[in-house]
């Protein structure tokens, strides 16, 4: 089984320039997320999709940072315009759903964004 | 309040002996999940074990284990027979079951080194 795909692996940027990422989550998953991992913390919880709907977004910065996953299946992450404080690993996970207590979290090997 | 505590940052431990990382959690949800991640340099956050609340025994997978201490609100992972592959960084992370997204929470993690 094809385990998340994500890309590209690694990004450098200068302040104020746009960025994008791309996940393709692990077949037949319905719930894809989108965590922010800055050097030496844990991932913090971005944006959660549920098919194609929003579920959380409560920590998104949504003045620069959009998400979508228009057909419930692969989804984009944009930043514009990216700041210093967003160099960080974004790692996309995928779970078969959202709805037990157990639903493990399938992980991508992440995009590694540095902001110069 | 941080809901994950992973006081270690760092650890070191000798090949093929046992070790011990910590994790204390904050909830007043009875029902929650536990798990425990493990992040070679690749980036890739790999599943390890799963212990619930409800559980009545400690969780194990080979050689994983989870020291559940309900009262104490800790979980700490227990890998026997330490390998230089275990060398990585460790994440304990928790679900709760009130929570209408299911997402999961991380604590800062741990970075294991194992010694030949």
């Known amino acids: 089984e094809a385990g998340v795909a994500q890309s590209p692996r690694y990004k450098i940027i200068e302040k104020r320039q746009s960025v994008a990422f791309w996940c393709n989550p692990i077949s037949g998953h319905a719930t894809l997320y989108w965590y922010q991992q800055i050097l030496g913390q844990g991932p913090k919880l971005l944006i959660q999709f549920q098919n194609n709907g929003v579920v959380d977004d409560s920590q998104l910065p949504k003045d620069r940072f959009s998400a979508e996953r228009l057909k419930g299946v692969d989804s984009t992450l944009k930043i514009q315009p990216a700041k210093l404080e967003d160099s960080a690993v974004y790692l996309c996970?995928?779970?078969?759903?959202?709805?037990?207590?157990?639903?493990?979290?399938?992980f991508g090997s992440g995009t590694q964004l540095s902001v110069l | 309040a941080q809901k994950i505590t992973q006081t270690q940052p760092g650890m070191f431990v000798q090949e093929k002996e046992a070790v011990t990382l910590d994790c204390t959690y904050d909830t007043s949800d009875p029902s929650y999940g536990l798990f425990w991640y493990k992040q070679p340099s690749s980036g890739e956050m790999i599943f390890l074990i799963y212990q619930g609340s409800y559980d009545q025994q400690n969780a194990t997978e080979g050689r994983y284990s989870l020291n559940f201490q309900k009262a104490r609100k800790s979980a700490n992972l227990v890998i026997s027979a330490s390998q230089l592959g275990d060398s990585a960084m460790y994440f304990c992370?928790?679900?709760?079951?009130?929570?209408?997204?299911?997402?999961?929470?991380f604590g800062q993690g741990t970075t294991l080194q194992v010694k030949p």
């Open positions: 996970a995928s779970s078969l759903s959202r709805g037990t207590l157990n639903e493990k979290l399938f």
């Open positions: 992370a928790m679900r709760e079951g009130r929570s209408n997204t299911g997402k999961l929470i």
